[in-house]
């Protein structure tokens, strides 16, 4: 019997069929089988070598199917060897299962070839040599721990696993770039350590001043911290329960929480004094801002349906179709008053809370009166272009001359909402962009004044009479939220200089702090300018940084500087704005803390001088 020819397989790739089989003789050759190069180790015996062993050892079956010279499979421009390929998928596999493998015993005996493709410049595998070849021990890596919010978060479940989830974002979305520093993966263990400490220490800050206030002032604006009993500064709805819902959110006090939301749904009541005048500006900011923003954390309902109710008792201080806002307000609409100046801080920062008010609810009036505003401002001119004096009448086009320029109490937070108004708008309504960028340009023109001793790490923003162009050297402390202000912006708007200024006057409102008898930063910090200069240069006191005699001295746990310090850290990574403001705390703890909750101090400079209030601490906390 004749032997039989092997026959060969032909798949027609382009056409997805079996093709006939070609005449074998008209084929043309195979082109040379590739080889494995021969993997050679330094020789550690003289045994000869038997006669079915191959040079590559374990590998010597590799070999055999890759030198033999399988039937071609051919169409077209397409050859494939179907063994060769097997054989490479096959050690592919092996070498794969080689490198992942986990178990011990395997790891402990077995080596791996690496070729110098297989390495990147640095790694612990990198070539130590000009071999073309090396054998590297597979070194087993003990298992990564899972990260500390990973454990924390699969102790959570229903309501408190979706306000965790919120808290960090899920679901959310921005077209704008990332400005985080981008952090390391893992932290040192010791860096965890100090972190975690300080973090169970701000906690326990924040559970010890609301145990005082739900002790002896529930349901009323704020605590008395050094004696108990309750002050009633905020219209008496019970101001630090709403302010606090999104900080015990973000902490993880969830039972506190639903405690909160229950008196929110039971006992809140904005109509008890329907005539009362309240504030505008502080009624915005801590209950319209609160409620938005737990529920922005947890979804509650109820939490829409009071800013909705609020929202629309706000816009009672639009009298008359007046474009800005009276300064207070009432729950009974006749009994509305027109204001016939406004304070520049109090009218431009409603635009966050009254836009996302008009994004959850789908009723544009909020966005309107709000954009109204900065439509209306967008429209004035001044010596210092972009810079607004701290009161202004309504009307458009107005021109500003002859004015004292800050950007510390009742101008502050105007300057400080166009930067985050454009970012909530995700950066598509450039008015906000150009208002501040512009704003930005002429305080750095002006407005900044230097230490004679020439350092350059600290400067700051002092008040300006805008004819003359002079610099009162006064730093309030609320003007200490430019430093972070600075920072994001220079990041969104590529402005390289900005975050400079931004870490000199975060520096310079951290001296404050530190030069303080207690630690803790005076309302003002006053220097002398430099004679000579129109103030641009002011004297840095060798032993007090700033004049203790003059300026304000009161202390009112404000948060504008730990803010400050918490962005530049965030935006650059840089620990020492952290350890900063661990500073900052651990005086706060030492000096402001008292038996039922934390106090202001009438003089940062004499201990224990307390002014027995508590306006600002719980949210600043988180």
Not at 190 to 215: C, M, N, P, S
Request: hydrophobic share 35%; proline share 5%; with cysteine.
């Amino acid at each position: 019997m004749a032997e039989e020819k092997p026959t060969s397989f032909v798949v027609d790739i382009e056409q997805a069929r079996t093709a006939p089989s070609p005449n074998r003789s008209t084929m043309p050759a195979s082109p040379p089988s590739p080889t494995l190069p021969i993997f050679t180790r330094p020789p550690t015996t003289t045994k000869k070598r038997s006669g079915r062993e191959s040079p590559c050892g374990p590998f010597s079956w590799l070999v055999q199917l890759l030198n033999e010279n399988p039937t071609a499979v051919r169409s077209g421009r397409y050859s494939i060897k179907f063994r060769q390929i097997l054989a490479l998928v096959l050690m592919l596999l092996v070498l794969g299962g080689l490198w992942f493998s986990k178990s011990e015993s395997f790891s402990k005996t077995t080596p791996i070839y690496h070729t110098p493709n297989d390495v990147q410049e640095g790694s612990a595998h990198q070539k130590p040599s000009s071999d073309d070849f090396w054998i590297h021990p597979i070194v087993e890596e003990p298992p990564k721990e899972p990260k500390v919010a990973d454990v924390f978060r699969l102790q959570l479940s229903g309501k408190a696993l979706e306000r965790y989830d919120r808290v960090r974002g899920k679901n959310t979305f921005s077209s704008l770039p990332k400005i985080q520093h981008s952090f390391q993966e893992r932290e040192t263990d010791t860096d965890r350590f100090v972190r975690e400490q300080r973090l169970e220490k701000i906690r326990e800050g924040f559970e010890h001043a609301w145990k005082g206030y739900k002790a002896h002032a529930w349901g009323h604006d704020e605590v008395v911290p050094t004696r108990g009993g309750h002050r009633d500064s905020f219209g008496g709805w019970g101001a630090t329960i709403v302010d606090s819902l999104d900080t015990l959110v973000i902490m993880g006090f969830n039972e506190e929480f639903d405690e909160a939301l229950e008196w929110v749904k039971t006992e809140f009541d904005m109509t008890k004094n329907p005539t009362a005048h309240l504030s505008f500006f502080e009624t915005t900011i801590r209950y319209l801002g609160g409620f938005l923003s737990a529920y922005d954390l947890t979804g509650e309902e109820i939490l829409l349906q009071k800013a909705t109710e609020l929202g629309d008792y706000l816009l009672n201080a639009f009298v008359d179709g007046n474009e800005f806002p009276s300064s207070t307000f009432t729950i009974d609409k006749p009994s509305n008053r027109a204001s016939g100046i406004h304070v520049l801080a109090e009218i431009g920062t409603i635009q966050v809370e009254f836009t996302r008010l008009s994004a959850l609810t789908g009723n544009p009036i909020y966005d309107q009166k709000a954009q109204n505003i900065i439509d209306v401002l967008s429209t004035a001119t001044s010596d210092l272009p972009g810079i607004l004096p701290s009161r202004v009448p309504s009307g458009k086009n107005k021109s500003y001359q002859n004015f004292k320029a800050s950007i510390g109490g009742m101008a502050d937070s105007y300057y400080e909402y166009l930067l985050k108004e454009w970012i909530l708008l995700d950066g598509k309504v450039a008015k906000y962009r150009d208002m501040f960028e512009m704003a930005m340009t002429s305080l750095k023109s002006f407005m900044v004044s230097r230490p004679d001793n020439g350092s350059s790490d600290y400067a700051i923003v002092g008040q300006v009479y805008t004819s003359e162009k002079n610099i009162d050297t006064q730093m309030d402390h609320l003007s200490c939220f430019i430093a972070g202000s600075l920072a994001m912006g220079s990041k969104y708007f590529d402005r390289p200089e900005d975050l400079i200024l931004a870490r000199q006057v975060a520096e310079a409102c951290y001296l404050g702090y530190r030069s303080s008898e207690t630690g803790l930063g005076p309302e003002t910090m006053q220097f002398s300018g430099k004679q000579g200069t129109r103030g641009d240069v002011f004297i840095s006191e060798p032993d007090t940084f700033y004049k203790r005699g003059q300026g304000s001295n009161v202390y009112i746990l404000r948060p504008e500087t730990v803010e400050s310090l918490w962005i530049l850290y965030r935006l650059t990574g840089d620990k020492r704005y952290q350890d900063k403001a661990w500073e900052i705390f651990e005086a706060l703890q030492k000096h402001s803390r008292t038996d039922i909750a934390y106090s202001g101090l009438m003089d940062v400079n004499q201990v224990r001088s307390y002014d027995n209030k508590m306006e600002r601490t719980q949210r600043y906390f988180s």
